[in-house]
Nanobody, 121 residues
Framework: QVQVAESGGGLVQAGGSLRLSCAASGSFSRVNTMGWYRQAPGKQRELVASITTGGSTNYADSVKGRFTISRDNAKNTVDLPMNSLNAEDTAVYYC???????????????WGQGTQVTVSS
């Protein structure tokens, strides 16, 4: 079993900050890329930010300079401090982890249940 658990999120005023955290746990050999996605009402899920075990990062253009992703490989956790939030950041945020389970030969993406971020203008 693999679990991906998110924490953080909530309601904040425009210009404010929030911090999202995520942890992957369970029976697995390795965790590769971890990242955050978001889905706003009526829109497709989109990548917010991702980070590899080597520290390479990828960001959506809309969050560059405002969000910074980081991870702790030993703990299989990833954090996403979000600054200068605006109404367009309102969405459900999902954590994703690419996991190699024990006795498996391919990585499988596991998702958290999502956490709501609401930015009031």
């Amino acid at each position: 079993q693999v679990q991906v658990a998110e924490s953080g999120g909530g309601l904040v005023q425009a210009g404010g900050s929030l911090r999202l955290s995520c942890a992957a746990s369970g029976s697995f050999s390795r965790v590769n890329t971890m990242g955050w996605y978001r889905q706003a009402p009526g829109k497709q899920r989109e990548l917010v930010a991702s980070i590899t075990t080597g520290g390479s990062t990828n960001y959506a253009d809309s969050v560059k300079g405002r969000f910074t992703i980081s991870r702790d490989n030993a703990k299989n956790t990833v954090d996403l401090p979000m600054n200068s939030l605006n109404a367009e950041d309102t969405a459900v945020y999902y954590c994703a982890a690419d996991v190699l389970r024990i006795s498996y030969t391919v990585f499988v993406r596991y998702w958290g249940q999502g956490t709501q971020v609401t930015v009031s203008s």
